[in-house]
């Protein structure tokens, strides 16, 4: 059976957990037994740090806007899902009950392989602000509801390039994984005039990606 990690609701309690299950599953004597890939441990770490500078914002009140609120929730959305994959790809019979305790792991029902699905995300400019993009990212078989496909996450690409780029000469290469319906995107003062191009596919538990979503763009104020 394929394993998962359970997480608290409590935004403060998910949190900290972060600081014990982090550590612990990217520790090299236990990679040595996990054996995670390593671009998979990489993506977590790196969201995990975001996540420890954004949260020092987070937590003061004088600092708490709105952007930092949704990146908070955006970071702890991408650390979950990380955390997951790294999980389920490693074999429930090398778990010790030490590990299962330390990383709060269940065991999933047998159930049915989750099928890549056969449409693409609807990804759309929601407003641009000073240095930041916010993109609206919609389930086209379920416009009223907010959720990922299930058993999915979204692989965002960018690429940020003069305007008027064709769509075959863009080479996108900034990929992070989203689980949210609402992903912003910030940028350097160096970047101001130049145009960021956008684009993303579904992605299942397995590493198998849909078909990629038409490809949008914005200038960047």
């Not at 994959?85 to 299962?100: A, G, H």
């Not at 929601?126 to 930041?132: C, F, G, K, N, P």
């Not at 990922?148 to 075959?168: Q, R, S």
């Amino acid at each position: 059976m394929k394993q998962t990690m359970r997480f608290s609701r409590k935004i403060n309690e998910v949190s900290d957990s972060f600081d014990v299950s982090v550590p612990y599953i990217i520790d090299k004597d236990n990679q040595k037994r996990f054996g995670n890939k390593t671009q998979d441990l990489d993506y977590v770490t790196g969201k995990k740090e975001l996540f420890d500078t954004n949260r020092k914002k987070y937590i003061d009140r004088r600092q708490c806007t709105s952007f930092v609120t949704e990146d908070n929730n955006m970071y702890i959305g991408q650390i979950k899902e990380g955390l997951n994959i790294l999980v389920s790809d490693v074999p429930n019979s090398t778990f010790t009950d030490d590990d299962k305790r330390i990383l709060n792991i269940i065991e999933k029902g047998k159930g049915h392989r989750i099928l890549i699905v056969t449409f693409s995300a609807h990804i759309a400019i929601e407003h641009v602000d000073y240095l930041q993009i916010t993109v609206e990212i919609l389930n086209p078989t379920t416009p009223n509801s907010t959720a990922m496909p299930k058993g999915h996450i979204l692989f965002f690409e960018t690429f940020i390039g003069e305007p008027d780029i064709a769509d075959a000469e863009i080479v996108f290469g900034n990929g992070i994984y989203v689980s949210t319906a609402k992903h912003i995107i910030q940028f350097k003062s160096s970047d101001v005039g130049k145009t960021c191009y956008m684009r993303g596919s579904y992605e299942n538990k397995h590493h198998e990606r849909g078909p990629v979503s038409i490809i949008i763009s914005k200038v960047i104020a």
